[in-house]
């Protein structure tokens, strides 16, 4: 298994351009999300999905949105990128379930100028 | 609404000696998650606690859970520099997405 898979590793965007950030995993998880990782802000939640067709909004969902057409897939879209969403972004998935054990992804590092 | 609150937030401990870093959570649950992340790495799992009075160890690390005190801990035993690292705790509270801590940045000086 590869487990969570997340591309790109790095990405940099000018302000107001849009771009998808992936994030696959290939466990049969039900659940996913979205997290961002700012420094001293630990983990915010973006969006998370429950099932296919399925999503939510978590934390701090402005400014994102995504789908889930696929068990497999959870697709992060940046409709207009600001500085402010500059971050680390990651995937996590589970079995079944938001509150168990997660499976992270490695991770996207995005610059927003 | 859930708060989980790690301290300290920032440790640096010589090696050889024991620390304990600590979770609180404001309601009732009865499962926490401890995970590691190394710098510019991602999250790894490394405990699971599904119960009250819980306990798991893997190598220096023990992690307990006290869903009376609503209180889990992560006891570092003779730290070495290879536990250099954040350490997360995150709180399920049922059907919703789990809550982590801000995380506890460790360094391990010789």
């Known amino acids: 298994n590869a487990g969570v898979t997340q591309t790109p590793k790095f990405q940099v965007l000018k302000t107001g351009q849009s771009m998808t950030l992936q994030c696959a995993q290939d466990?049969?998880?039900?659940?996913m999300s979205w997290y961002r990782q700012d420094p001293g802000m630990g983990l915010r939640l973006i969006h998370y999905?429950?099932?296919?067709?399925?999503?939510d909004q978590g934390e701090v969902p402005n400014g994102y949105n995504v789908s889930r057409s696929t068990t497999e897939d959870f697709p992060l879209r940046l409709l207009s990128a600001a500085p402010s969403q500059t971050s680390v972004y990651f995937c996590?998935?589970?079995?079944?379930?938001?509150?168990?054990?997660?499976?992270f992804g490695p991770g996207t590092r995005l610059t927003v100028l | 609404e859930l708060k989980v609150e790690q301290n300290p937030l920032f440790l640096s401990m010589q090696e050889g000696k024991n620390y304990t870093i600590y979770c609180n959570y404001s309601?009732?649950?009865?499962?926490l998650y401890w995970y590691r992340q190394d710098p510019g790495k991602s999250l790894e799992s490394l405990f699971v606690?599904?119960?009250?009075?819980a306990v798991k160890q893997e190598g220096r690390l023990m992690a307990s859970l006290d869903t009376k005190a609503r209180l889990s801990t992560l006891h570092i035993t003779a730290a070495v520099h290879d536990l250099s690292a954040t350490y997360f705790c995150?709180?399920?509270?049922?059907?919703?997405?789990?809550?982590f801590g801000k995380g506890t940045r460790l360094s391990v000086i010789a």
């Open positions: 999905s429950v099932g296919a067709g399925i999503t």
């Open positions: 309601t009732t649950s009865d499962r």
């Open positions: 466990m049969n998880h039900e659940y």
């Open positions: 606690l599904l119960s009250n009075g």
């Open positions: 996590a998935s589970s079995y079944v379930g938001p509150g168990n054990e997660q499976f």
């Open positions: 995150a709180v399920d509270v049922g059907n919703t997405p789990l809550v």
